[in-house]
């Protein structure tokens, strides 16, 4: 792995404390120059206060949106809302629905199971026509589904598309459009029923819980307006009056007073995310939405709980026969193009994600059908993965995503011509690349410098995520006390470390980083990459270093 030391070497100003120059340094490593810039990352403004034109979305489509919705409301029309089944398109299917539904519409939610696959479907669309609906509002999908949304206005109704996914070349001939990329697909959907809230002169405050949820777990940069939200909606979420919110967290063990991103990101999003993967994405529906049914909402927790509990072990299952498929069969090309038959699809994206982050190269899995297939892809800074696919798009069912992360559906005929062209394409743009794993690093000190007043200072800059990760740092030339493996097969390294100065002794934990143990020895220093955490135990805290690299 190589290290990236970003923004040059630190230089202590005279009169200036070091904690104060590595601030500063943080902030210009984030892109932040100004001190307009640097006040509003530090302290967001409330996002009640952010503007649909501030975030990208066209005033004139709320206003679109707006008096279609009227219209329906008056009439008693039916309405449905049509979501996604990630945790982003849940969160916003149950913000969209919980405000109509307010409002007195005559609607009702529909997330499609994933076998189903992304996006508005035709037979779908038939088949609520012939339900009486006249009206569909999408959230976190539809800004590619030109014929579909075509379709329906042949057959008499009329489509709402709010999304904030990469458009294609023709934008959906809808009611309204109301799109930006700068949010996740829940943000779009929170500004646009704020909005709607506002035009029935209904006073009250739209809560950003589920907000942050959808936020965090669809992985958009945590800067501008996101940050605002999530910083904001955390508060909100640890107070959340969501009961299925709620007996998750209790069912979890997670003290809904130490919320961070990190815990909405890897605890409450996969439990979530797991039914939508492999079982009724309805399910997360259900408990987000529950009022009053205390019983319902813990039967509901423990069932997502055990979904993603099963999620795990295929994802597991699944990652190691597509790497020694990989292997066996290529092993070498610039994308990573691995296709079964036995493959769920609910974890295609997850197993394309962890051949990502193994050989850094962009990957694309399959889950193989009789006639139509499914695909995930994940990718790498180098590449942009949803270019690549868009041109192969005369191979492609319906498609999309972003630069990063991408899917699609395909006759599995076609299947072959398209790993050829997709290589291809690969090859061309990478093969002259040297394709390595980058750790950025914020800055090289002492671990002199790391003290709780240092970590009061970098706990400023939470929430981390996407844009904004959890500042790491390098210390050389460091001596290894003592060094054990601990945990389930010993898989995790930990150590107790000290500097030049003797007395600085702190522990540290590498999670994941067995492999290291054989290298290490208490004569040769070892230079680490890590950040810097709060380790309690029995109601004491100690600073511990969190392992990211270690180079002799």
């Not at 329906?72 to 809302?81: G, L, R, T």
């Not at 999003?269 to 909402?297: E, F, Q, T, V, W």
């Not at 290298?519 to 810097?532: F, G, K, M, T, V």
Request: with cysteine.
């Amino acid at each position: 792995m190589k290290w990236i030391i970003e923004g040059g070497k630190l230089t202590v100003k005279k009169g200036e404390k070091k904690i104060e120059t590595i601030f500063k340094h943080l902030l210009l490593n984030r892109g932040l120059k100004t001190k307009r810039q640097q006040e509003d990352f530090l302290n967001p403004k409330s996002p009640y206060k952010l503007t649909p034109r501030e975030v990208g979305i066209s005033p004139d489509e709320i206003k679109k949106a707006i008096t279609r919705l009227k219209k329906a409301i008056k009439k008693k029309e039916k309405v449905i809302v049509y979501g996604d089944y990630d945790a982003d398109g849940v969160c916003a299917t149950a913000i969209v629905w919980e405000t109509l539904n307010k409002l007195g519409a005559q609607v009702m939610p529909f997330i499609p199971k994933r076998e189903e696959g992304y996006g508005l479907k035709v037979e779908r669309i038939d088949q609520m026509a012939k339900a009486g609906v006249s009206l569909i509002v999408t959230v976190d999908q539809g800004i590619v589904q030109f014929k579909q949304v075509e379709h329906a206005n042949k057959i008499g109704m009329d489509v709402i598309v709010t999304d904030h996914h990469v458009p294609g070349k023709k934008k959906p001939k809808a009611a309204a459009v109301i799109h930006t990329t700068q949010l996740a697909g829940v943000g779009v959907a929170w500004f646009f029923a704020r909005q709607l809230l506002a035009a029935f002169k209904k006073k009250e405050k739209l809560g950003l819980d589920l907000v942050t949820i959808g936020t965090v777990t669809d992985m958009v940069p945590l800067l501008g307006a996101n940050r605002s939200l999530v910083k904001h909606g955390l508060n909100q979420l640890k107070k959340t009056k969501r009961i299925g919110l709620q007996f998750l967290c209790q069912l979890v063990g997670l003290d809904s007073e130490k919320i961070s991103a990190r815990e909405v990101g890897f605890i409450i999003g996969p439990r979530i995310n797991a039914s939508g993967r492999i079982r009724d994405p309805m399910d997360p529906l259900r408990l987000l939405c529950l009022k009053k049914d205390k019983n319902k909402a813990l039967k509901i927790a423990r069932r997502l709980d055990e979904n993603n509990r099963e999620r795990q072990t295929l994802t597991k299952r699944t990652s190691l026969h597509a790497r020694e498929l990989w292997l066996k069969e290529d092993g070498q090309s610039s994308l990573i193009f691995v296709q079964d038959q036995t493959y769920n699809e609910g974890v295609i994206g997850l197993v394309a994600q962890k051949l990502k982050d193994e050989f850094y190269r962009p990957a694309v899995v399959i889950s193989e059908g009789k006639e139509m297939s499914r695909a995930s892809a994940r990718s790498v800074q180098e590449f942009n993965i949803i270019e690549a696919i868009r041109k192969c798009a005369d191979l492609l069912d319906s498609h999309g995503g972003h630069p990063l992360a991408a899917g699609f559906n395909i006759e599995t005929k076609k299947i072959n011509l398209l790993k050829t062209r997709l290589q291809q394409i690969a090859e061309e743009q990478l093969a002259q690349k040297k394709l390595k794993r980058v750790l950025k690093i914020d800055a090289q000190l002492e671990l002199v410098d790391l003290t709780f007043d240092f970590f009061n200072q970098l706990e400023r800059f939470e929430p981390f995520g996407q844009d904004n990760p959890q500042p790491a740092f390098v210390t050389k030339k460091i001596k290894v006390v003592s060094a054990q493996l601990v945990g389930a097969g010993k898989q995790h390294l930990k150590l107790t470390v000290y500097g030049p100065e003797p007395k600085k002794n702190i522990g540290a934990i590498g999670f994941g980083m067995g492999d290291f143990y054989s290298q290490l020895s208490s004569e040769e220093p070892i230079d680490i990459a890590y950040n810097l955490i709060i380790n309690e135990w029995n109601s004491q805290k100690r600073l511990q270093l969190k392992l990211k690299d270690i180079k002799k």
